[in-house]
């Protein structure tokens, strides 16, 4: 799998979190919106409901719903960099699967804010730099493990799916080099 599998591969997972479904309070009373093969609400204020995120974006972005959902932010990044390098190089801390997309959203969400903001390019920078730790830390964990002969089954698990792509990928490099 050249470049193109692996910009699939993240469009995928992409793709995957963009429908999984959220947790939404409704606030603001809200007749059923109907879409084109599917139909959302009605919305009465102060009830939760659990919608696709990339509908539930759009209704927060109107000011219908409020996502309960915790997004990824400095601090949370921070605890994960935090744990991952204390780590002992054999092992892996456990991230969610949905881990990466969360981080390509709030990087491109600091990167647009910083435009108007010194506070938020300090912030951008800040979470560039702790995402590119985080990156490199596990990814240093990901070659020595697949060029060792570690148990496989155990290895994996404390991977996202981009991770066990790389983890696969290296590995059958190393067995047939």
Same mark, same amino acid.
């Given at each position: ?27 603001? +009373? ?25 509908? *539930? ?13 915790? *997004? ?37 969400? &600091?990167?647009? *804010? =910083?435009? +108007? ?21 596990? &990814?240093?964990?990901?070659? =020595? ?7 496989? =089954?155990?290895?994996?698990? +404390? ?19």
């Amino acid at each position: 799998m050249g470049e193109s599998g692996l910009r699939s591969l993240i469009e995928h997972s992409d793709f995957i979190f963009e429908n999984s479904f959220v947790s939404a309070v409704a606030i603001v +009373n809200h007749p059923k919106i109907e879409l084109i093969g599917l139909s959302v609400g009605p919305f009465e204020e102060g009830k939760e409901y659990e919608i696709r995120l990339w509908i *539930a974006q759009e209704l927060e972005r109107e000011g219908i719903v409020k996502i309960k959902e915790g *997004a990824l932010d400095a601090t949370k990044l921070y605890k994960i960099q935090w744990t991952e390098r204390i780590q002992a190089v054999s092992q892996l801390s456990s991230l969610p699967e949905d881990f990466y997309p969360k981080l390509r959203r709030m990087i491109e969400d &600091l990167r647009s *804010a =910083s435009k +108007n903001s010194p506070e938020k390019m300090r912030e951008y920078e800040y979470v560039q730099n702790l995402s590119l730790d985080v990156v490199n830390c596990r &990814l240093k964990k990901i070659i =020595s493990l697949a060029s060792s002969s570690a148990q496989e =089954s155990q290895t994996s698990k +404390n991977l996202t799916i981009e991770e066990r792509d790389l983890y696969e990928r290296i590995r059958q490099i190393v067995n047939e080099w």
